[in-house]
Structure formats: structure tokens, C-alpha cells
């Protein structure tokens, strides 16, 4: 379904799709006060947006990660060969949103029961992955995950995997639900799952989307 409103954006504007390749094992933010997480949880769209709306949350950026294949792109992913999903990274303030909180609003912002996707986006490439660069990092998912699927008597979907990479999605995709909120997918995905989320919240939010 968001493939084929893309498309229709892509026709009506010129861009550059040259790809950011930003590719680390470890990245040091310029502040090094701020640290980096990476999760995948459907629609890059919509996850960017919810993790935007959180104070000490100072940007997030739209990617790829997961996969095998180098230099991935929106076309490539979305044909489920690359093994790369939709992912986001989040830059965030320790000192006023911890990774703990950060895990909480992963799970607290989608079906943490569907495999392979969120709602109607269905595919490998919108699979949930919880992404760590460290064995802390690794074990309050493991923790969080195994006491959600407790408290639900379900199984949990996000798989668990070390960071090895991400890649910036094309400039048409970063900030796109603040860009674009009349776009049909925003109007009736994006901003219904965020708003869905702030409901519900326990965090302190922004009193508005940057």
C-alpha cells in the first residue's frame, strides 16, 4: 500500500537518490553527551515520527539495516531480497530519555505479535528488529521482550541482532510524516499510530512533531 503512494510522490518531485551510506559498527555522535539506537518496526515513516515525539529523543533518521547486501535503497528492500528492513535511528539524550524508555515506547508503538510486518505493510523488509552495540543493550531487550511476551501469553515477533550496519534512507523519506500530513498513507496510517501511541504514553512528549 505505501509503495504505491511513494510512487506517486517520486513522479511528482525531482530528487537526488544518491544514497548516504552511513555504515558503522560503533558511531560516536558529534555530542558526546548523545548516543545512537537502531530499530526496525514497519513503516519507517510512521516509527520516525513516534520516536520524533519524545523529549530527549534530538533527531531520527530513516534507513535500512538488517540485511546482506551493501548500499541498499527503497526499490532494492522492498523486494524482500536484500534482508534489510525499514529502520530508524534515533539520536537521543541518555541524561533525559534512557534505552530502557526507548524499548518501552518500541514495544508500547506497534503489534509486538506480527511477524513480517505492521498492519497492511507485510514483508520481510517491514519485519520489527531490535538492533544492540552492546551486551547491555542486549539484555534489557531480551529482558523486556520475554516479560512482554509473559504479561500477553503471546510470542514476541522483533527478532533480537547486533548492529552491523545502517544506511540513510533517500532524502524523500526523512521527516516525511511532518512534511507531508495530507499524504493519503500518513492521513490514514502514520498519524493514526502515532496518535495511538501518545494516548497511551507514559513518557514526556514534545508539544510538537520538529
Avoid at 498492519?119 to 520475554?146: A, P, V
Wanted: charged share 20%.
Amino acid at each position: 500500500m505505501k509503495t504505491f503512494f511513494t510512487f506517486l510522490f517520486i513522479f511528482a518531485i525531482i530528487i537526488s537518490c544518491s544514497n548516504t551510506t552511513s555504515q558503522q559498527t560503533m558511531e560516536n555522535t558529534q555530542n558526546q553527551n548523545l548516543k545512537t539506537a537502531y530499530f526496525a518496526s514497519g513503516c519507517f515513516w510512521c516509527v520516525e515520527a513516534i520516536y520524533e515525539s519524545l523529549d530527549g529523543v534530538t533527531n531520527v533518521v530513516s534507513g535500512y539495516a538488517g540485511g546482506h547486501t551493501q548500499n541498499p535503497t527503497y526499490e532494492s528492500s522492498n523486494t524482500g531480497t536484500t534482508g534489510h528492513a525499514e529502520a530508524i535511528k534515533v539520536i537521543y539524550n541518555p541524561k533525559k530519555i534512557s534505552f530502557s524508555d526507548l524499548i518501552d515506547v518500541y514495544f508500547a508503538s506497534q503489534d509486538p505479535t506480527q511477524v513480517n510486518g505492521q498492519g497492511n505493510d507485510k514483508g520481510s523488509q517491514y519485519r520489527s528488529i531490535l538492533f544492540y552495540q552492546n551486551e547491555t543493550e542486549r539484555e534489557i531487550m531480551l529482558t523486556k521482550k520475554d516479560a512482554l511476551s509473559k504479561n500477553i501469553n503471546a510470542p514476541i515477533a522483533a527478532e533480537i541482532q547486533k548492529f552491523k550496519g545502517f544506511w540513510e534512507a533517500e532524502a524523500y523519506h526523512q521527516n516525511y510524516v511532518k512534511l507531508h500530513p495530507n499524504q493519503p498513507y500518513v492521513k490514514g496510517v502514520s498519524l493514526p499510530r502515532l496518535n495511538r501511541f501518545k494516548k497511551t504514553c507514559p513518557l514526556n512528549l514534545k508539544q510538537k512533531l520538529k
